[in-house]
């Protein structure tokens, strides 16, 4: 059973567009919800992440906001660039222990 | 200050062989967690090691197992390598309900 359902699969985004991507969850006890850029041939790294105390967290251009109610949380990339070009995974934690990652989406941004 | 290490970075195996990738966390962390990724998929968690013991442990079957040093310092172990064993498997380290830093991963060829 997959915990983390994320979405979409791949998108296609312009160069100074908005890139969003999407993530569900069904255990309310994660209480740590990060999101990771993975390069091909590299391991994920960090971007951003959240607790669900907040609604919104930004960091430069990256932006995620957070629906507890919902049990959904979001990637906003602003004024993507072709070097976002990669693939996002969230993630969701009790703890900062194991992490329940999505399955990715693989964003091309076209110059 | 060096991140996460994994080493090696690249190994080819037989069918039915064993296999020892190991990691070195990112300096200060005592938490070690390994991941598998297949091809196209989201991390998979293994299993965790904090002072030297395993403390949580993903749905991967007993034929992985793994070790933690005195120096934070881990090793995963693969015995009787099948073809579906074939991945990338990621080192993440952490320190007590911190982020998880994700070293570069080891691409496992299983022939």
């Known amino acids: 059973q997959q915990q983390v359902k994320q979405s979409p699969q791949s998108l296609i985004v312009q160069k100074g567009g908005i890139s969003i991507i999407n993530c569900a969850y069904e255990?309310?006890?994660?209480?740590?919800f990060p999101w990771y850029q993975q390069f091909p041939g590299k391991g994920p790294a960090l971007l951003i992440a959240?607790?669900?105390?907040?609604s919104e967290k930004k960091e430069g251009r990256f932006t995620i906001s957070f629906n507890k109610s919902a049990k959904q949380f979001s990637l906003h990339i602003m004024d993507s660039q072709p070097g976002d070009s990669a693939t996002y995974f969230c993630?969701?934690?009790?703890?900062?222990?194991?992490?329940?990652f999505g399955t990715g989406t693989s964003l091309t941004v076209i110059p | 200050d060096a991140g996460v290490t994994q080493s090696p970075t690249h190994l080819i195996k037989t069918r039915g062989q064993q296999v020892t990738l190991r990691c070195s966390p990112k300096s200060g962390h005592d938490t070690v967690s390994w991941y598998q990724q297949a091809l196209g998929q989201g991390p998979q968690f293994i299993f965790q090691?904090?002072?030297?013991?395993?403390?949580q442990r993903g749905n991967f079957p007993d034929r992985f197992s793994g070790h933690q040093f005195p120096n934070y310092s881990s090793e995963l172990n693969v015995n009787a390598l099948l073809l579906g064993d074939s991945a990338l498997y990621l080192c993440?380290?952490?320190?007590?309900?911190?982020?998880?830093?994700f070293g570069q991963g080891t691409r496992l060829t299983v022939v």
């Open positions: 090691y904090y002072e030297e013991e395993e403390r």
């Open positions: 959240i607790r669900p105390d907040v």
């Open positions: 993630a969701a934690s009790i703890s900062g222990n194991q992490f329940y």
């Open positions: 993440a380290s952490s320190l007590w309900e911190t982020v998880a830093f």
């Open positions: 255990n309310t006890a994660f209480d740590y």
